[in-house]
């Protein structure tokens, strides 16, 4: 049985912790976090030991879990690891390049395995779609949020669209050929909203476009592609496949249009979305590609090139916008939590 450590026990650790419990592979051996409220709560509700000592808690574990605002991931990725202790680390990966790239040779060095926490990879929206044909030339991509606090130390480049980058590199396995961005700080210093525009070399365009200041929620990735529309809703859970019918594709719903070609057949289907949860789904990957030896589903080198393209973004932005700070920039010390 794995032992795993949890560092951050804020808002999002603690669901962490309940998601771990559930997880028979492992067993929780305890957590760190200098907020004294926070310990005090798990270790009420949890009955789990509190380590004040970071090194202490890292030695008794087999997987370290980082739960910690993006300043605080270097420091406990490089203890962890160069104590040859496996990874699961929450997004972004890391707060600058540097530290990405640092943490990548680390783990190639050490021989372990880490997990970055892009969660919507194991959404069942978009699991759904893991036996389809994805090869888009244009992809649409809206992810609104109301204004939490919570989250504001970085931009909604790292807060919210760097989901939506993460997905859109998994499914175009393409250089980046061009990029333009635009955002606005609202209601913080660093851009609260952010529209890009991302060219790759196989032609594909996405067009991306993140707000932590609306009145309504909506995560939706729209993918075009040829003889096909492919909707993902991330937050209703709901998947549909729009495309030309062809005479070996399943019963489906269909209906025939007059176009300059002749009649087309199209046809709407709505796959099976399994009822899920996607934070214990990525943590039971991780866990099992620890166990049978496998490439972690979002690996060091996929949690690296979202930050790598979410870093450009910021630039873009920072410099069309000289007034906005970039949120890259050295931070004032926070507690460790989320």
């Not at 000592?53 to 991931?73: F, G, K, N, R």
Request: glycine residues 4%; aromatic residues 6%; proline residues 4%.
């Amino acid at each position: 049985m794995l032992k795993v450590g949890v560092f951050g026990v804020g808002h999002l650790g603690k669901y962490h912790l309940n998601n771990w419990k559930e997880i028979p592979e492992v067993s929780l051996v305890g957590f760190f976090d200098p907020n004294n409220d926070n310990a005090k709560e798990v270790e009420k509700i949890y009955g789990l030991k509190r380590f004040m000592d970071e090194e202490a808690l890292i030695a008794a574990c087999d997987i370290i879990d980082i739960v910690t605002p993006t300043q605080h991931h270097f420091p406990v990725c490089e203890m962890a690891i160069k104590m040859g202790k496996n990874v699961f680390v929450e997004k972004p990966m890391a707060n600058t390049i540097e530290e990405g790239k640092a943490i990548v040779n680390m783990v190639k060095e050490a021989n372990v395995k880490l997990q970055v926490g892009h969660v919507e990879r194991f959404n069942p929206a978009y699991t759904a779609l893991k036996n389809a044909s994805l090869n888009p030339l244009f992809i649409e991509v809206h992810r609104l949020a109301q204004f939490n606090p919570r989250g504001t130390e970085v931009s909604v480049i790292f807060d919210l669209m760097i989901h939506d980058i993460d997905i859109i590199l998994s499914i175009v396995k393409s250089d980046i050929k061009n990029m333009s961005a635009s955002g606005v700080a609202v209601l913080t210093d660093t851009p609260d909203i952010a529209n890009v525009r991302i060219e790759f070399n196989n032609g594909c365009v996405a067009n991306l476009t993140s707000s932590r200041i609306s009145m309504k929620k909506m995560r939706k990735i729209r993918l075009f592609q040829k003889d096909a529309y492919i909707g993902i809703d991330f937050l209703e859970k709901n998947t549909e496949i729009i495309k030309l019918k062809k005479p070996e594709d399943a019963d489906t719903f269909s209906f025939d249009i007059e176009t300059h070609q002749g009649t087309k057949t199209i046809s709407i289907e709505n796959p099976v979305i399994e009822d899920g949860n996607a934070i214990k789904a990525e943590l039971s990957s991780f866990v099992h590609a620890i166990i049978n030896n496998e490439t972690p589903v979002v690996s060091e080198i996929d949690g690296f090139l979202a930050m790598e393209v979410a870093h450009q973004i910021l630039e873009k932005i920072s410099k069309s916008s000289p007034t906005l700070k970039d949120s890259t920039e050295a931070n004032e010390p926070m507690p460790l939590e989320d």
